[in-house]
């Protein structure tokens, strides 16, 4: 389920220019971000992140990210060309049964992903006055 937190950036860390991970002012988790353009943020920045909890680790993986204090807004690259692709891939050589099995639930699922990240850059994009 997609949902949104938003606080000051307390502590963070960051993994490359795509990716980082942080903490915010009254969250219990880590935030996990990856997004499409190099992230921008320090602390003390008030952030808004649209995402969800990753049950497994105990962090919340964000697709979407609003910096207010900088003006700055990144999302996950959604990779629906990808999706496509793979399912394009798995209808043309279906006659060898295996990519039918791999390729399509692949695509199917890359393009589910694509649209949970645009939902949450849409969750952003509608309050951002």
Known sequence: MLRKIESTVRTYR???????QFEIQGANNVIE???GQPWILKNGDYVVVAGEDDG???KFNGYAYRNDTREIFGKSEP???DGYRYILMGVLFSWAVFPVFIHIPAGLRRLKFGRKIDQAASMLWSTNG
């Not at 960051?14 to 980082?20: G, K, L, Y």
């Open 56 to 58: 497994r680790l105990g």
């Open 33 to 35: 971000l990856n997004v």
């Open 79 to 81: 990779g629906f060309l």
């Open 14 to 20: 960051a993994i490359d220019v795509r990716n980082v």
